[in-house]
């Protein structure tokens, strides 16, 4: 897994990398603009629009290298040369002496590509002006569009826009990951996304310390995974899975049979209806009980996963609490997640999964704080009700009470569906039920959901039974 550092630590990252190469703070500008350059060396006609900071100079060396090609390069500087930083303002003097074109409004020409050289990662303030003028008038334009580093007006840390941001059609960060690019609305500013390390090592940052890290598929390799041949389903776990009350059965049945899909041994589904011995019909091989005084798990569960469809009423409070007094690992969503921040009980062993709605009730706030940092929000929640968390959304966060935080870039916005959240649930509690610690079940949970949800190809038209059916050929 990659760490991702906050744009407080890049200045920090990039002299380490320095150091590391033994060159300049110049030198590693130019290592950072010939890599950057190899993305757009086929493109004949390119505009750099250069901004205010050090990416206007990762710009300029780029545009340099274009001409010493023979391809025609134009810079649309929207700050003086005089007024750049040091290191840009030599990469700006330098591309000049090349015979390099600047201009200082908006061109008439086509182009084969623009390049965003705008804002870094640096930027903390919301875009005005000049500024938000030119990235409005490169989001106007039908050119490819490449971004340096960042999308500009895209939050480094947060992923919120500041005001107005550059759509890329690709982006290349360079030496490293920053959360906001993949996390809220990273993915959509971003288009493709690259890292260009400059073969640097992530041991040669290793003095900057960062809790966040990015998941990849290389989770889904956890040894418990593999299943011996000389196997029972007793070696694999059973789980309890509660809910589905008032007309809800289908989030229920979902959840249970996600539960069963991703390896659980046993799974049982509780729900108040009379109508649950009919779950056996959808999926024969559910256990089923209309009461958890009925269930034949409850004394034997490794696990219990409340919430689908649980409701609101005074008999949820009474199901909620019964589950929490059994002193086992619990997977809470759903309406669940509503009645402990009502209630705050004292949890141990637990993974909640809220998506944003949830998560402001959980910190007594609103939709848009959460989704403004949406990393401190889960970090905020893992302390205060000691659990691990999902925080579902574009770029899920998993955050744990010790302060580890992961992020998911995987997903696509066909998973924004009914019972999407029911069948995570449902494989949550089976890893868990399997053996897995809380932290290892939710990262691979999550990662797991979202590849199959991709895999699927269903667009817009993906559905939550999609993605059980698709399981299997992830693992």
Known sequence: MKTLYTSQQIKQIDQLAANYLKISSFELMQKAGAALFSYIQHDKNVLIVAGAGNNAGD???????????????TVWSLTAIEDLPKDAK???????????????????????????????????RNVEGKFSEAINWVNTQKTKTLSIDIPSGLDANTGTIKGCAISANITITVI????????NNGK?????????????????????????KLLDKSILKHALFTHKHNSHKGLFGKSLVVGGHDGMLGALILAGKSALSSGCGMVEVVSNSEQAVMISIQCPELITANSLQASRLIE?????????????NQQSKDVLEYCTQQNK??????DAITLIAQNKPRLSQTVLTPHPKEAATLLNTNIETIQSDRITAAMKISQIYQSVVILKGSGTIIADVNGAVFICPFGYCGMATAGMGDVLTGMVASL?????????????AVVWHAIAAESCNKGNTLLASDVIQQLHQEI
Do not use: H, R
Request: glycine share 10%; with cysteine.
């Open 59 to 73: 710009g300029f060396i780029m545009a340099e290298l274009a001409l010493e090609k023979g391809n025609n390069s």
């Open 176 to 183: 490293c990951y920053k959360p906001g690019l993949v996390t």
């Open 90 to 124: 030599k990469a700006a003097n330098n591309y000049m002496a090349c015979g390099g074109t600047i201009i200082t409004n908006p061109p008439k020409e086509q182009f084969d590509c623009i390049v965003d050289a705008i804002f870094g990662t640096g930027l903390s």
């Open 300 to 312: 034997t569960a490794s696990v219990i996963a409340v919430g689908p469809g649980l409701g609101l």
């Open 188 to 212: 959509d500013k971003c288009g493709t996304l690259f890292l260009e390390d400059l073969d640097i090592p992530e041991s040669a940052l290793s003095d900057v310390n960062s809790p966040i």
């Open 432 to 444: 868990i039920a399997q053996g897995f610690s809380l932290i290892d079940a939710a990262n691979s």
């Open 329 to 334: 690992p619990m997977v809470i969503d759903a």
